[in-house]
């Protein structure tokens, strides 16, 4: 294993047990800082197939607390937005893509920081909308959260109904992101052989957020990772 790779396995070890402990985070902490160490092509189908692997254990973790109904309008949206993303990827210039994931990264770390008060929303077309940008953002950075998240917010979902609901949407976007990578040729043996390295990192992730659940304070921690999201969105963008 070169240093390359046991960075990028560090960076998915902090990732995935933000999201173990927390509910979310693992795609906006890897984006943030694997671009450091890794082009953003080879992070991205990366992070993609990381996701899907954590989302599966995790929605087994949270199946009791998922609902359905609440979850398969934005999941349907996302699975539409989600080649449009990867189209973007594959296209756009690298520094503009950069400076964009920055933007996505510092706008929801500042939203969540800030702790704004969202309006209480009924109507089930922002379920569309939010999915259809979750997807695209998915599709270009696996940044699929933040759009849904804010919806949850405004919808007013209990700890235990968000955590379960955000995988299950997760679980499908992880999905529909990997068969577009797929799709597009993305997943070269580069990015499986990192990938496979990373297995280990993971494995020890998902242990230590659900183990450490029940003992740190998760809304500490998520303010202390918010912080450092502003740090290393605004790093991106300029």
């Avoid at 800082?33 to 995790?58: Q, S």
């Avoid at 043996?189 to 990192?194: E, F, K, L």
């Avoid at 280990?200 to 450092?228: E, K, Q, T, Y």
Wanted: net charge positive; with cysteine; charged share 10%.
């Amino acid at each position: 294993m070169d240093i390359t790779t046991l960075l990028v396995g560090m960076v998915v070890f902090l990732a995935v047990f933000t999201q173990s402990l927390s509910g979310f985070g693992v795609a906006l902490v890897a984006m943030a800082l694997l671009p450091a160490v890794i082009d953003l092509n080879i992070a991205t189908p990366i992070v993609a197939i990381v996701g899907l692997v954590l989302e599966g254990v995790l929605v087994t973790y949270y199946r009791q607390s998922m609902d359905v109904r609440a979850v398969w309008k934005i999941a349907l949206a996302a699975v539409i937005g989600t080649p449009f993303g990867v189209f973007f990827l594959t296209r756009a210039n690298e520094r503009v893509a950069l400076g964009l994931l920055g933007v996505v990264i510092v706008g929801y770390a500042l939203y969540a920081l800030l702790g704004l008060k969202m309006p209480h929303i009924r109507s089930s077309i922002w379920a569309y909308l939010a999915g259809l940008l979750g997807g695209i953002l998915g599709g270009a950075y696996n940044t699929s959260g933040p759009p849904v998240i804010i919806y949850a917010d405004c919808r007013r979902w209990p700890p235990d109904v968000f955590k379960g609901n955000l995988q299950g949407y997760f679980i499908i976007v992880s999905s529909a992101v990997a068969v577009s990578h797929a799709l597009s040729g993305n997943f070269t043996p580069q990015v499986w052989s990192m990938a496979l390295w990373t297995l280990p990192f993971l494995a020890v992730g998902i242990v230590a957020g659900l183990s450490l659940d029940r003992w740190l304070n998760p809304a500490l921690f998520r303010r202390i990772v918010l912080v450092l999201l502003v740090l290393m969105g605004v790093k991106l963008i300029f």
